[in-house]
């Protein structure tokens, strides 16, 4: 029983690491934290908007799905270099 609680307290460890390094990038890089965050906003505004600007609507939201995650694989980079 021992041997389990140990290997959920390093994985819980290891899980808050994770985050709290993700957090360190984020405030490294507050312009790509903030542009993930108007990404976001921008693709729930044309999800939900009734029109489809002009047939732009799905190549937009396909973009903006692609530089969110482009923009994580950034911060995450970043993380994974910072703690070498």
Known sequence: M???SGIVLGAV???GAWTL???????MHPRIAAAIAQLKDARAYMEA???DFGGHKAAAISATDN???QLGFALAY???EDRK
């Not at 390094?21 to 405030?27: D, G, L, P, V």
């Open 67 to 69: 530089a969110i995650k």
């Open 21 to 27: 390094s993700a957090q360190n990038e984020k405030a």
């Open 78 to 80: 970043r993380a994974k």
């Open 49 to 51: 908007a009734p029109h």
């Open 2 to 4: 021992k041997f389990i």
């Open 13 to 15: 460890l290891t899980l």
